[in-house]
């Protein structure tokens, strides 16, 4: 039997790396003879989940273009070059079957290089407003694999095919870890659990709400697990007692994912899959700055079908407090959300994915 090699790229967030792990790991389990070669860029998030993960990594010296005038905007033609020629050698020196993208810059130069060669590239789109490299590559991409419907607009509707985002499959079945979560992580199965996300480097005014809400909240028999970010752990951390935990990451998502009563949300693409899949009561709060605010359009995709309520950044001042205390005084209102967002999963994304990819090696 053929030893398949496989590269894929995807980073700068969470939400292009757990993907990119995701569908590595259904590939792996497929074919366990397999190469993997990740490529990611230098200083990201990527270089240290990636080997954590357990496969091998290399850095792209490549970052976005900021909205003002920056000396890293003034290097970005240096930064493309250079890394469209490092690239190159990788794939020379690889010689990948198939080459996968899941977003963020790295995956650009890896994936035009990769189709110049004639090696066949499948592109994993998360959002429902697709970033700006996707939308490059996906003119000599062989199949860009999408969430969300009616992305015509931005895609070749014939190289299209829906699959959902893949999520980690721990999450698949969290109702039997509700009790080793509840030790896990030390709480009170007394007491109503809310889980905050702000996702992998942490949200601003999200971190404030918490901040000012947190003392209402202790007095409603609330216990806190608040994931505040990299970025604002020393801020925060004060805040950790017995009835809350402050952390700047979680590992372990299923168990957290399984204690949780209600969950206070960023709309990033991966958070919304995950999700679904998990079933829980949600709030979302979108990032207002992201690119066409598709973190608000993929969270009213979902409020759309009842599965869960949104408040924008400029209503929590005003409408949080309330919209949080009803919704925690009323379980028939937290198992219809339960129950509605739960129909929209889509727990087969990853193996459905890696059918699409096998079928361009075979």
């Known amino acids: 039997m053929k030893q398949y090699k496989f590269i894929l790229s ?83 020196q690889f010689k990948p079957d198939v080459v996968i993208g899941t977003g963020g810059f790295a995956s650009g130069p890896l994936l035009q290089v990769a189709a110049i060669a004639g090696i066949p590239t499948v592109i994993q789109e998360q959002n429902s407003f697709p970033g700006i490299t996707n939308k490059l590559l996906s003119k000599k991409a062989n199949k860009i ?26 999450l698949i079945d969290i109702e039997s870890k509700r009790d080793s979560a509840i030790q896990y992580f030390n709480l009170d199965s007394n007491k109503k659990t809310l889980l905050v996300l702000g996702g992998s480097l942490g949200a601003r005014r999200v971190n404030q709400l918490i901040e000012k809400e947190l003392a209402n909240m202790l007095s409603q028999n ?61 709030i979302f709060i979108p990032s207002p700055n992201v690119a066409e605010d598709h973190q608000t359009k993929n969270a009213q995709a979902i409020v759309d079908k009842k599965g869960a309520l949104m408040l924008k950044e400029s209503e929590l001042d005003s409408q949080f407090s309330l919209v949080f205390e009803v919704l925690l005084k009323d379980q028939g209102k937290q198992n219809q959300l339960s129950e509605n967002i739960k129909l929209l999963a889509m727990p087969e994304a990853t193996k459905q994915i890696v059918d699409e990819i096998v079928k361009l090696i075979r």
């Open 10 to 92: 995807g980073g700068g967030t969470g939400g292009h790396i757990y993907p990119a792990i995701a569908i590595a790991n259904e590939l792996k389990y497929r074919f366990p003879d397999a190469e993997f070669l990740f490529v990611g860029a230098k200083d990201k998030m990527e270089m240290q989940k990636v080997p954590q993960a357990g496969y091998n990594i290399k850095g792209l010296w490549i970052s976005g273009l900021q909205r003002r005038l920056t000396f890293d905007n003034a290097l970005f033609p240096v930064k493309l070059l250079s890394s469209l020629l490092k690239a190159r050698r990788i794939i020379k």
């Open 145 to 170: 694999c999408v969430a969300y419907e009616n992305l015509e607009r931005f895609f070749p509707k014939e190289k299209m095919i829906l699959t959902g985002n893949p999520v980690r499959q721990d």
């Open 222 to 282: 609330v216990q806190v697990i608040w994931q505040c970010g990299k970025l604002y752990l020393e801020d925060y951390k004060k805040y950790n007692s017995a009835n809350v935990q402050v952390v700047a990451f979680i590992e372990r998502m299923d168990l957290v994912y399984a204690a949780a009563d209600i969950v206070i949300s960023r709309a990033g693409a991966s958070s919304v899959s995950e999700l679904c899949i998990v079933g829980k009561p949600v």
